[in-house]
């Protein structure tokens, strides 16, 4: 069992960077892979990017690749999405997600999830 929580959220302009951390509970964080996705209002719940549990993997969606980053700190259980470059279209409530197997981009992988942290961006 993991427990999550997102931080980092807010409003931006474009251009903007902005730094969102997931906090995980529990002594076996390194054994799940982490991801995150966002959903906007009236859309679908969608990948943003994910880190296997070593973090020597990663896997963007085209729309953030150049412009997101994931990392991770197994010694402090947490993920970190550094989001630049940031646009309109990034608003969206993002979510930290976790699961036990090999990084995934599919939701329904993921076996635990956060609250979830706005992000705003104004043009």
């Known amino acids: 069992q993991v427990q999550l929580v997102e931080s980092g959220g807010g409003l931006v302009q474009a251009g903007d960077s902005l730094k969102l951390t997931c906090a995980a509970s529990?002594?076996?964080?390194?054994?799940?892979?982490m991801g995150w996705f966002r959903q906007a209002p009236g859309k679908e719940r969608e990948f943003v990017v994910g880190?296997?549990?070593?973090?020597?993997?990663?896997s963007y969606a085209d729309s953030v690749k150049g412009r997101f980053t994931i990392s991770r700190d197994n010694a402090e259980n947490t993920v970190y999405l550094q989001m630049n470059s940031l646009k309109a279209e990034d608003t969206a409530v993002y979510y930290c997600?976790?699961?036990?197997?090999?990084?995934?981009?599919?939701?329904?992988?993921?076996?635990?999830w956060g609250q979830g942290t706005q992000v705003t961006v104004s043009s």
């Open positions: 997600a976790a699961r036990s197997g090999a990084v995934s981009s599919i939701s329904v992988d993921y076996n635990y």
């Open positions: 880190i296997s549990r070593s973090g020597g993997v990663t």
């Open positions: 529990g002594r076996t964080f390194s054994r799940y892979s």
